[in-house]
């Protein structure tokens, strides 16, 4: 027996119960071992039979008297009877069918019995209460008993006595390097596994639970280092520097620093990896566009994938006389446009597929990051010498961009465009709209322009939820004949959704009323209202990037949230607070959890450590950053590697 022995192998598993194990993905006795209780109840108490008192759970230690089982008069259920005692009184203890009972529980013996006091006829009876003979070590009663999360057909007290059993035989061998052990003073592994299950006390559990969390951590960060240190061995192509071309503004500050940051990394001789984090209308684009200028100056190819068809089109449409007038070939690829890969092509997933060829690819740029999903690992594989720039509106909190991203280089933008002026937003409820309308008119008297974005596309069974068909007919029918309106969902064709688009730029669409397809990247500086129908149903990240498609320009923009629960708080958070980076803190606050950074889908779901703990963090990276100068392959540290190789792969590999 080792700890990759299969869990149907051990006496007291079999075939039957390994199914029961697998639904809590455990299948081997390793993951038996690090399956850790999600909680730990408090019975170290022992309280006297006088002390009981009704309501209450309690934790008692007393000597069998008499025990029996009969059916009641009643249902005929069974039901087991035990009258226990200990010096200072007695008591009964009942079951309910559990006749098997009269054999485990035996006359003359002490038990330890954990249950709920309860009153009947006058009398205080312990209520089927968890029983466990007196022994040298307790394992179900009077201590702090392991809680673990369960499933179907297993209790807890089976699950206990399986990882109990198991424990107590194997021995877990510790990975981590010795110097680490010594100066961290951790417990052993061992003991840490064995402990965080079946502590002795608080402070035990305690120790226990530092050692596992920096476990989890560190192995993390070796996972994430190691890649990125494997990564700069390849070999990447030369790019030099050359003066910028102009352009129609002045870059802000950290605009210009992020640039830095892109040239410093094409003078490495491997290839980058970069994050380009900055707020909806921090001008992410163009610092991608002008690295992708220096690529193609060079001779060589970049590329830049965008989640949707409107945003590479867009794109396209905004950068390909800037390229042009360079004299640098520009190109759009998806799955309606196949033009030929050119110097610098936009696309979407389409720019993926196998029969596409790149000659001299040295860059790709993927925008809104968060938006893609694991398909674009086969173009990154493919071009595994290219330099990588993600761009991502998403603030990383510094604890996750060290663990998670910690094979990321990152650049943010702090700021915002010079003269950009704060989203004037607003909640609004029915009695709101004519003054809206009224409102949206002049704006577009004035010659601007107005997103108006519903939760759905056509009228569903749900009344009252507003839909983007029906209200584009209202507003061209009733609302707002004298205006052209527009509109935009995911359900059109590709060709017609181009068009509208194209509309609305050219400002021959007064009102675009759409989806949420407009949500990402979208680019009219001369819109200045989005009205959001139904804000209530959207969340705060995306209502922060709805508003974020207006105040592009120095016009005064506006942003007016309509909905049936004003006094929702994350619409009361959007209006009170217009900077990306500080929303996303109060996301977290509302929601309580992290899934808001896509921990969960990473698959890394810390199980013991807290992200919060930054000197944890930055520690462990220390640590494995000098484990990993002396031993990058992990030649001398075969568990250590063994471990990593179980990790899930790092973000983007
Ligand atoms: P995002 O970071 O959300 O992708 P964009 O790159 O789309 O933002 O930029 C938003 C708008 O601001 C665009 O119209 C862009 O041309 C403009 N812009 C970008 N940088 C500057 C700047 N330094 N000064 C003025 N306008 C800028
Ligand atoms: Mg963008």
Known sequence: ??????????????????????????????????????????????????????????????????????RTKVKKLSLTQALVEDESGSIICMWF?????????????????????????????????????????????????????????LTQKQLRTIIKTYLDKTPIPDYLPSD??????????????????FPPDTAELKLAQNRLAFDEIFQN?????????????????????????????????????SLADVLSDFGNPYPANRLLEGDVGSGKTIVAALAMWLVAKNGLQAVMLTPTEVLAQQH?????????????????????????????????????????????????????????GVEQR??????????????????????LALTLYGDLDISVLSELPAGRLPIWTKIGTEENRPQAYEFIAKQIEAGRQVFVICPRIEEGDRLGI?????????????????????????????????????????????ILVSTSVVEVGVDVPNATVMMIEGAERF???????????????????????????????????????????????????????????????????????SLSNLKLVERSKQYAEKLLQDDLMLINHPLLAEKIKQLPTVHLE
């Open 466 to 510: 507003k839909s983007a068909t029906a209200e584009y007919k209202k507003l061209a029918e009733e609302t707002f004949p004298q205006f052209k309106i527009g509109l935009l969902h995911g359900k059109m064709k590709n060709s017609e959704k181009e068009k509208v688009m194209q509309a609305f730029k050219d400002n021959q669409i007064n």
């Open 97 to 153: 069918n559990q006749p098997f009972l009269t054999k485990a529980i035996k006359p003359h013996e002490i038990f330890l019995f954990s249950g709920k006091v309860i009153l009947e006829k006058n009398r205080l009876i312990l209520q089927n209460p968890i029983y466990e003979r007196e022994k040298a070590e307790q394992v179900h009663t009077a201590r702090l008993v392991p809680i673990y999360s369960l499933t179907a057909q």
């Open 221 to 257: 960060q070796v996972k994430v280092l190691q890649y990125k240190k494997l990564k700069q061995l390849k070999s990447a192509y030369k790019i030099s520097p050359h003066p910028w071309p102009s352009l129609p503004f002045e870059l802000t500050q950290s605009q210009e620093q």
């Open 1 to 70: 027996m080792n700890l990759d022995t299969p869990v149907e192998n051990l006496y007291l598993v079999g075939p039957a119960r390994a199914k029961i194990l697998k639904k809590l993905e455990i299948s081997t006795l390793k993951d038996l071992l690090f399956y850790f209780p999600r909680a730990h109840q408090d019975l170290t108490k022992i309280t006297f039979v006088k002390d009981l008192k009704v309501g209450e759970f309690f934790n008692i230690k007393a000597k069998v008297l008499e025990i029996k089982t009969f």
């Open 378 to 399: 086969s173009i990154l594989k493919q071009a595994s010498n290219a330099h990588l720039l993600t761009l991502s509106a998403t603030p990383i909190p510094r604890t």
């Open 539 to 609: 969340g705060l990240a995306q209502l922060h990037q709805f508003r974020g498609r207006v105040s592009r320009s120095t016009h005064k923009s506006y942003c007016f949230l309509f909905t049936s629960d004003p006094e929702n708080p994350r619409l009361k958070a959007v209006a009170e607070n217009n900077n990306g980076f500080e929303l996303a803190e109060k996301d977290l606050e509302i929601r309580g959890s992290g899934d808001l950074y896509g921990t969960a889908q990473s698959g890394y779901g810390f199980r013991i450590a």
């Open 180 to 197: 680490i052990l010594k100066k961290e003073r951790f417990m052993g592994q061992d003991q840490a596994v064995k402990t965080f299950h």
């Open 316 to 372: 396209y449409q905004n950068l390909r006389d800037f390229f042009g007038e360079e004299g640098i070939s520009a190109a759009l690829r998806t799955s309606t446009h196949k033009m030929e890969i050119a110097k610098v092509t936009f696309g979407t997933h389409a720019l993926l597929e196998k029969n596409i060829k790149f000659d001299k690819l040295a860059l790709i740029v993927i925008d809104e990051q968060h938006r893609f």
